[in-house]
Each structure stands twice: as structure tokens, then as C-alpha cells.
């Protein structure tokens, strides 16, 4: 008999036979499951097990999954709005992952659809690959690793205009998942989320706060980041005594005068990773720190050994070493740290070249049976075990940190660390759980960031789209953007377009920070509702370049503009366009208007010849033509004297590095085929021939760039909208 579960806009039923059957809007009858699928399934001895019998009795869901002596119940309740489905037993050996629930939709998961359907996760037994919100499928996972038992999952159908007032009242009756209200379904709701934050590396004092709250008011952002290393430690946050000799009560003192500007403070951490210098690393490391790896000495080692031989194989184990590379070279034997140079991957196993009382730690003799554990690194930082206290002590300094000092921001940076505790396939539980037990500790709800995403940071989350700056390109980067952040809006998570630098000259790679891209930049923000962030602009690099100065000013009109929200839809549509152009005149305060603007560009390649010459048709109102005219880089001539040569195709030799798929093998060898070509110019223009024989030039800056700036003369103002 199948087994039907309703709720006000929802009929769910599974099959007997243990299938999905349909997921109906009750509203219009409308079935939107794709049939076929087994509701649930089990994996066991690396075999898949699908649920082939299903028995309602009551509240619950006897689930039997064939010849694999497995049998498991789920208890699935009507919430009114949304149904709740909880493991209440697994009986049977061997199990190692339930898939609780999968339900193929025939939805698409987008907000014009007349239905939509949502799995959310009540805790962290249960694993959802898909974002909370809209989506196209209903699945949830539970391991071994983290128990079966208990893991709760929310099943949501409704319209897609009720779905972030039902996903509300979803996260405010769980109990395990904690919920603020700047984050989650509630992140759209709050203005500090569309604020723009100023980045700051080295600390922000009560004597340097003054000149911080004048930057930042000169490009009109509201928040300012306090990004960890130079203002405070990564791992226990303690402040920079050079700069906080009161410890967290002067950093405090600096943040209150930000707040009485006006201004919100962010504390920007490397989330759980610590730092070498804490003192949870030394003097004497703390065995609570993470390894991947417990080896057994051979032999006794004094204290001034190079060389540590071990009994366990080391021929899976890595030299590879940098800042996104999740190893060390370092071992933890009793209270000393040890970094090696080398190690043997054949017997007899060692590690060699050994630096001993590495990090402050005290070299010392060990015994023969000792344990070396291999430590876990990341981002040239420690990491804590996953499941034990010092994990827990970690979040709680963390906390203390925003709540003593008022922080009211947090980026949890390096969070895409969170496999390094235990491996990629367990990456969402650590990072999900670092951030769940943090927010249960903040006095106040934090406006939260990250570096990575997935389901459980969701009711927590903030904003999204915190991009790395590009160095070139950057109105094409910026419409990229854009039709990414478009995505957020199927999951109700607010946006902003990334952090940003204004950069003058970077070499060949980097181009410009020129004034039309700035106001790209900040047009496509007012036209979306997203704030930014800009990096490497201080009070010392602002008062010294006016050129910042000039960007900022560009900024400000925007900000004051955007956050005033006295531009209309209408308005915002035609300046969400892609590519189009538009500048704004005047400002909030005496009036403003936005025109079209277009930016034509040309190379000049030579002195003459086609490249010289250059028409523009002005499609606006008659105006005086605007010239930026920008020298850019080039090779020499071919022939020119000094000229470096990469590679002279005399000698096969030469290229003696070859790779190639197994069954291909490739040679090279000298070969002179005479032709009937003369190597000469078809052409005889002065350009082609400039091109084939220049004399040698010493200048490197050779190419033209030109951009002629032409503005229409009427718009859209605060006056006369259209």
C-alpha cells in the first residue's frame, strides 16, 4: 500500500514497493515528480541497496532495502507548512551511508515556476548537496562517521512566493540549526547587508581610526574589514599587543569610534586554522592539533638527530608543501615539534634533515616506540582536530573576540580548509559545524561571509559573491558577475560584486583601475543592489595619490546614491544591462541624472597606415570630442639588436622533455624542405612593408591606445524619470 504524507500545499507519497511516487501541489493537483527512483537506499560493503518495501504505520516509514538484511524507519511529521523527516532506527551490520530521501522533480528549481520544492537539513547527521531554497531534486545523506540516528531533514512544496517565509519559520523551530537575522531566509530583509566594506590588513587604532572613518566616508562605504595577521592572530585572536597593549579593550576603544561614525567593524579570521606562534603550538604543542598520520620510532633518537627512522611505511606521504597545499613537514613527538627536509620511502623509513624544536618547542631525546604525528597544514597554519576540544576552544576565542571587542561583521576565510580536518567527503560537517557553534556563541547576529558555500552555511550566510579582484578585463569580469550573483536569487541570498583594487601601473599583465571602470563597477551595483569591497587603499595611499582620490569620489556618488534607494526600478533595469554604459551627473544631495555614455577604443600600430587613421560616429547630441590616449607595451622587432633568443630550431636535442598518452609515441628531427615561395610581401603598402622590415627600435612602449568618451546630452534624473 503506498504511503501518503500531506501538509497544506504538499501531498508527498511513496510507493509500496519503496519508490518515489509524487510530490503534488495539493493547490492544483499538479504532480511534479519524476517517477522511477527509490525513495531511499542504503550503502553497505560498497554496494548500493535501494529500498524495495515500504510500510506506513502512523507517523512512521518502515523501509526494507532487498537482500540486504538492512531495515530502517523514518518518522515523518506535518509541520503545517512543511513536513519533517527524522532517522528513528537502522537495524543491521555494515552500514555506511543512508540516502534518506530522493525525489527527481520534473521543476527546474527557478523562481517563475508555479511550484517549488526544498530539502533542508535540521542538523549535521544529514548531508543536502543542493543550496537551500529552489532546486530540481530532493536528496539527503547520512554516514556512519556522524550517526544515523536523529538526522532530521525539512521537506518543503509550496509556491515559490512562500517559500522564504516558510524556510523562516523552518529554521526558527529547529532545534540543533542555529538561525540570525542577517543571515539565511532573513538576509534579504536586512539593510547592513548591502552595505560596502573598506579592507584593512594592519590594524585600526583609536589614534589611526579618525583617518579610517575619513577614507572610507570618501568612497561612502559603512563597514570596515579587520582583516587577521597584522591586527590580531589567526586561531586564539589575540590582538596585536604592538597596536592593542590592552588586549581586546583597545581594539574595542577603536571600534567604538567607528560606531559612532556610523561605521560597522568585521573580523576577518582564517576560521578555525592557527597560527605557529599560538599557544596552542608553543612552547609545548597541544596533542589536540590534527595529523593524518601516527608512526612508531625504530630506534631512540637523541636530541640533536637529523635523521628519525620509523617502522610504518612512508611511501605515501608528500614533500609537496605551499599555501594551498593541505600537508606539512612537520612532526609532533611528545612536546617537540620537528620539521624534516627529506624523507625515505623506502626501507628503512626515515625522515631526515631534521630541524629540531621547531616553533619555540624544546628538543628533547625520545624512545624507541614513540609516536610521530604527522601534523595537518594549511595556509602555512595548524589545524585542530575536528572532533575535539580544541576545535570547540577555537570557536570559542573567536567568539570572544567579536563579542568583546563589538565586532558586528565576520568572513570566516580559509573555511574551504574544512576537508583538511577529515578529507573532502567530510569537509561540509567541519567547516558547517565551525560555523553553526560560533553563531550559538555571538551575543549579538554577525552579518557573516565565507570562502566557500554549501547547504548548512546557508541559514547562517549573509551575502554572497566575494570574488577575488581581476587585474584585467574588468567590465567584462563585472557582467560575468552580475549573471552569476542572478543565481543567489533562486536561494533568497543577497549579493555583492567582490573586492576590488584600484590599480595604476601593474606591468604587461595588469591593467588600470581608469575612472570609466570604476563607475562601471559602481552603475552595476546600484543597478543590482550590491555593495563591494575595495582592498589596498589606506589613509597614507589615499591623501598621497590623487588618483584614488578621483575614484573614490566616483564611489561616493554611487554609494550615497544606491544605499538612499531613491532610484527607481524602472531606472535600474536599463542600467542592469550588459555592456551599456551610462554616467551619472550630480549627486544625491543636488540632484542627479544618468546618461548613456559609450567608450570607443582603437589601437594605433604604426605611424601610418590604416591603424593611423580612426573614424567615430557620435550617436548622441553635438559635443566636443574627449580623448584618453594610453602608451602601452610591445616586443621589439623581430631583427632588433639585444633580442633574447628562446630557441634557435637547430637541434632536436633541445627539446628533450616529451609527454605523451600511452600508445603515442611522437619524434623530432631536422628536416629542410625547399619551396616556391620568395618570402617577400604580397602587398606594398607602407604598413605592410613596416611591419615586415622595421629598423631595430630601442623604446618598448611602442602601441597606441585611444578611447574617445562621448555622453548623451538628455537622461534619467531625480527630476524627470523614465
Not at 573532502?424 to 556563541?441: Q, R, T
Not at 571602470?517 to 569591497?533: I, P, R
Request: hydrophobic share 40%.
Amino acid at each position: 500500500m503506498d504511503a501518503a504524507f500531506e501538509n497544506r500545499y504538499l501531498r508527498l507519497v511513496v510507493g509500496g514497493d519503496g519508490r518515489s511516487l509524487h510530490f503534488v501541489d495539493r493547490a492544483t493537483g499538479r504532480d511534479y515528480c519524476r517517477p522511477g527512483t527509490s525513495f531511499a537506499s542504503i550503502v553497505k560493503g560498497g554496494a548500493s541497496f535501494a529500498a524495495s518495501k515500504a510500510v506506513r504505520d502512523g507517523d512512521s516509514l518502515r523501509l526494507v532495502f532487498g537482500e540486504s538484511g538492512v531495515e530502517a524507519t523514518l518518522r515523518i511529521e506535518s509541520k503545517g507548512d512543511y513536513l519533517t523527516m527524522e532517522v528513528m532506527s537502522v537495524a543491521g551490520e555494515g552500514v555506511d551511508a543512508f540516502n534518506t530521501i530522493d525525489v527527481p522533480l520534473t521543476l527546474k528549481g527557478s523562481l517563475d515556476e508555479p511550484f517549488g520544492a526544498c530539502a533542508l537539513a535540521l542538523d549535521l547527521k544529514s548531508n543536502i548537496h543542493a543550496w537551500p531554497g529552489l532546486c530540481s531534486r530532493l536528496q539527503a545523506t547520512s554516514v556512519k562517521r556522524f550517526g544515523f540516528v536523529g538526522a532530521k531533514v525539512a521537506i518543503i512544496g509550496c509556491p515559490p512566493d512562500k517559500m522564504r517565509e516558510i524556510l523562516k519559520e523552518t529554521v526558527n523551530a529547529a532545534d540543533e540549526m542555529p538561525h540570525s537575522a542577517l543571515g539565511g531566509p532573513w538576509a534579504e530583509d536586512a539593510p547592513e547587508v548591502q552595505g560596502s566594506y573598506l579592507f584593512n590588513f594592519d590594524g585600526i587604532t583609536e589614534t589611526n581610526a579618525d583617518a579610517w572613518i575619513k577614507v572610507a566616508r570618501s568612497l561612502g562605504f559603512t563597514q570596515i574589514d579587520f582583516h587577521g595577521g597584522g591586527s590580531f592572530r589567526f586561531g586564539d585572536c589575540r590582538p596585536n599587543p604592538g597596536l592593542y597593549p590592552d588586549g581586546f579593550a583597545s581594539m574595542k576603544a577603536a571600534i567604538d569610534k567607528l560606531h559612532a561614525a556610523g561605521i560597522r567593524a568585521g573580523l576577518h579570521t582564517y576560521a578555525f586554522m592557527i597560527a605557529k606562534d599560538c599557544p596552542w603550538v608553543t612552547p609545548v604543542p597541544d596533542p589536540r592539533l590534527a595529523c593524518d598520520k601516527v608512526l612508531t620510532l625504530s630506534e631512540p633518537i637523541s636530541e640533536s638527530a637529523t635523521t628519525i627512522l620509523v617502522d610504518e611505511s612512508t611511501a605515501d606521504m608528500s614533500m609537496d608543501t605551499g599555501f594551498f597545499v593541505r600537508n606539512s613537514v612537520t612532526l609532533r613527538i611528545d612536546d617537540e615539534l620537528i620539521i624534516y627536509t627529506g624523507l625515505s620511502k623506502k626501507s628503512p623509513y626515515s625522515f631526515t634533515g631534521c630541524t629540531r624544536g621547531a616553533y619555540g618547542t624544546k628538543a628533547s631525546a625520545h624512545a624507541k616506540g614513540a609516536k610521530a604525528h604527522h601534523l595537518l597544514e594549511c595556509f602555512g597554519l595548524f589545524v585542530p582536530d575536528g572532533d575535539s576540544t580544541l576545535f570547540d576552544e577555537v570557536v570559542q576565542r573567536t567568539a570572544d573576540a567579536f563579542n568583546q571587542c563589538g565586532f558586528d561583521n565576520i568572513y570566516l576565510d580559509a573555511l574551504d580548509a574544512e576537508d583538511v580536518p577529515g578529507g573532502a567527503e567530510n569537509g561540509w560537517h567541519y567547516g558547517s559545524k565551525f560555523a553553526w557553534e560560533l553563531c550559538k556563541k555571538l551575543d549579538k547576529p554577525a552579518l557573516m561571509e565565507m570562502s566557500t558555500f554549501h547547504h548548512h552555511l546557508w541559514c547562517v550566510r549573509s551575502r554572497m559573491g566575494a570574488w577575488d579582484h581581476p587585474n584585467r578585463s574588468y567590465k567584462r569580469f563585472i557582467d560575468n558577475h552580475c549573471a552569476a550573483n542572478d543565481v543567489n536569487k533562486r536561494f533568497f541570498m543577497p549579493s555583492e560584486m567582490g573586492w576590488w583594487a584600484i590599480k595604476a601601473w601593474g606591468g604587461a599583465q595588469v591593467e588600470p583601475t581608469l575612472p570609466d571602470v570604476m563607475e562601471y563597477l559602481c552603475c552595476k551595483c546600484l543597478a543590482n543592489d550590491t555593495g563591494y569591497a575595495l582592498m589596498l587603499i589606506t589613509p597614507e595611499v589615499y591623501q598621497s595619490s590623487p588618483f584614488a582620490q578621483r575614484l573614490a569620489e566616483i564611489s561616493r556618488r554611487y554609494e550615497d546614491l544606491r544605499l538612499s534607494k531613491n532610484v527607481p526600478e524602472s531606472i535600474k533595469a536599463k542600467l542592469r544591462q550588459p555592456g551599456k554604459e551610462f554616467t551619472l551627473d550630480g549627486d544625491l544631495a543636488s540632484g542627479w541624472r544618468f546618461r548613456p555614455i559609450r567608450y570607443d577604443k582603437h589601437k594605433a600600430e604604426a605611424a601610418s597606415g590604416a591603424s593611423a587613421v580612426w573614424k567615430v560616429t557620435n550617436e548622441f547630441g553635438k559635443q566636443p570630442v574627449r580623448l584618453r590616449i594610453e602608451a602601452l607595451l610591445s616586443a621589439r622587432q623581430y631583427d632588433a639588436g639585444g633580442n633574447a633568443t628562446l630557441a634557435e630550431f637547430s637541434d632536436p636535442a633541445q627539446f628533450a622533455v616529451h609527454h605523451a598518452p600511452p600508445g603515442v609515441k611522437a619524434e623530432m628531427s631536422s628536416a629542410v624542405a625547399p619551396g616556391d615561395v620568395s618570402g617577400s610581401p604580397l602587398r606594398s603598402d607602407p604598413e605592410t612593408r613596416m611591419r615586415w622590415r622595421n629598423p631595430p627600435r630601442t623604446p618598448q612602449k611602442r602601441d597606441t591606445n585611444l578611447s574617445c568618451r562621448t555622453v548623451a546630452d538628455s537622461g534619467w534624473s531625480s527630476q524627470t524619470r523614465i
